[in-house]
């Protein structure tokens, strides 16, 4: 109790001291509340001095900016995105052109079709068309047309039948490279043979011109000779690996199968639920039912 009453005692002087203590904090907090420190003077900031001032800062702005400008590398028109385009000059109108035009899924291969899509001024055209690259097959492609035709001999095909050409024979075909005509025999190869010639627009990858212009040389002049299989008796892993049927398919096909204990007729598929009509004559090339 005693120690309690150490640190809590004062004699008279003391209290004083404390209360006058009091009373300037509180003087103290009401001038800070109550009283406004700030000037009422205003700043002229339209001297000459301050707007040379300014001129300065703003001289620096755009060197700095200047020093931040990107450096353009060649790129290919067909794939500019609204970030691209904007750092090239682009507006937002040409660039949505751009992207609406893509999306038929056609494309620009001349900075003169490009000017025709977006409707970019000249000047823009001249500044950004020194960058562009196009696939090499356009490149080529231009280049053949100004060969004079029964003067260069441009190609050597051995033959012009699409289930027999060899990859030498479709690199013949401007777009065509190593990769594309070894992807294109290897997809020939899966399907034992093109059927019809719409089954070359399904190698992965192979943009439809290229296709058109295979199709225009190369032709189907033997239907193959393909194994089919008995819907009937085919096992399931047999079945998931015919062309055009994944597992969703064959299971629904084993389902129907299984319901009905056996197929009269290879026809039967079209009564499946969600079967893929528009596939039918493709994997019926596969399928028969005995």
């Not at 003087?27 to 040379?52: K, P």
């Not at 291969?109 to 001249?126: R, Y």
Request: aromatic fraction near 12%; proline fraction near 3%.
């Amino acid at each position: 109790m005693n120690l309690f009453k150490s640190h809590f005692w004062h004699n008279k002087g003391q209290r004083n001291g404390i209360f006058l203590l009091g009373i300037l904090v509180l003087v103290f907090q009401i001038v800070l509340v109550f009283v406004d420190f700030s000037s009422e003077e205003i700043e002229n900031i339209n001297t000459s001095d301050a707007a040379f001032f300014y001129k300065q800062i703003d001289s620096l702005e755009a060197i700095r900016f200047a020093g931040k400008k990107f450096k353009i590398y060649p790129f290919n028109p067909n794939y500019i995105t609204d970030y691209k385009g904007a750092e090239l000059g682009m507006s937002l109108d040409a660039i949505d052109r751009l992207l609406a035009y893509r999306k038929t899924g056609e494309f620009v291969n001349s900075k003169s079709a490009f000017q025709k899509v977006t409707g970019i001024s000249d000047t823009l055209l001249e500044k950004i068309s020194p960058f562009f690259k196009f696939p090499t097959w356009v490149v080529e492609s231009k280049r053949n047309k100004k060969r004079v035709p029964g003067k260069t001999p441009l190609i050597k095909r051995t033959t012009t039948d699409l289930n027999k050409a060899t990859a030498a024979d479709l690199k013949t075909i401007i777009g065509v490279g190593n990769v594309f005509s070894e992807r294109i025999i290897k997809y020939r190869s899966k399907l034992q043979g093109f059927s019809m010639e719409r089954q070359l627009y399904e190698v992965w990858g192979l943009e439809e011109e290229v296709a058109d212009e295979i199709v225009a040389v190369f032709k189907i002049l033997k239907l193959p000779n393909i194994q089919k299989s008995n819907v009937n008796t085919v096992t399931f892993k047999e079945l998931l690996k015919t062309p055009y049927i994944d597992y969703e398919l064959c299971k629904k096909i084993f389902e129907y199968r299984d319901s009905v204990a056996e197929l009269q007729n290879i026809s039967e598929l079209k009564n499946i639920t969600d079967f893929p009509l528009d596939l039918y004559e493709r994997i019926v090339l596969y399928l028969l039912a005995e």
